[in-house]
């Protein structure tokens, strides 16, 4: 992990927090989150929010589709400096979905912290299931550019 024992422990709360999320439980890793305006999320069922009101109200249906798993955090690398850090890994586990499952789910995770009050605080999360390589075109849809 990082010489920084304080966002060691961050990125260990996270980790912690995200094997209740998958339980359908959101308020531990809510917690973990800034109070700023300017938290994002790319991923939880969707595309990207801004802002905490959204971020809350994301995390919170997010964690309603799923109905029970596990979840284990394999770190890959980690860093800080300043008031900034982040983390990266792979969330592996065995989860139900909609109804559906146990199946077994890899995600990519990258999060950023940012020390607040001498704490680490979520500020971003980026999560997404491609956890392979993937021929180029495989990222092209059928959505024109500038369409949502």
Same mark, same amino acid.
């Given at each position: ?7 060691? &422990?961050?990125?260990? /709360?996270? #980790?912690? @927090? +995200?094997?209740? =999320?998958?339980? %359908? ?28 009101? &959204?971020?809350?109200? /994301?995390? #919170?249906? @997010? +964690?309603?589709? =799923?109905?029970? %798993? ?79």
């Amino acid at each position: 992990m990082t010489e920084d024992p304080s966002l060691n &422990e961050a990125i260990d /709360r996270t #980790a912690a @927090a +995200a094997e209740t =999320f998958v339980t %359908g439980d959101p308020d531990a890793y809510t917690a973990l989150w800034s109070t700023g305006g300017d938290v994002t999320i790319f991923g939880a069922f969707g595309d990207g929010v801004l802002g905490r009101d &959204e971020l809350v109200r /994301r995390l #919170a249906w @997010a +964690a309603a589709r =799923f109905d029970g %798993g596990e979840l284990a955090y394999e770190p890959m690398a980690a860093q800080a400096s300043g008031d900034l850090g982040y983390a990266v890994g792979i969330e592996r586990g065995r989860v139900r979905v909609g109804g559906q499952g146990p199946h077994e789910m890899a995600l990519r995770v990258t999060h950023v912290f940012r020390r607040e009050a001498g704490q680490w605080r979520l500020v971003h999360r980026h999560a997404d299931p491609i956890t392979a390589v993937t021929p180029p075109t495989a990222v092209l849809g059928d959505i024109p550019v500038g369409q949502p």
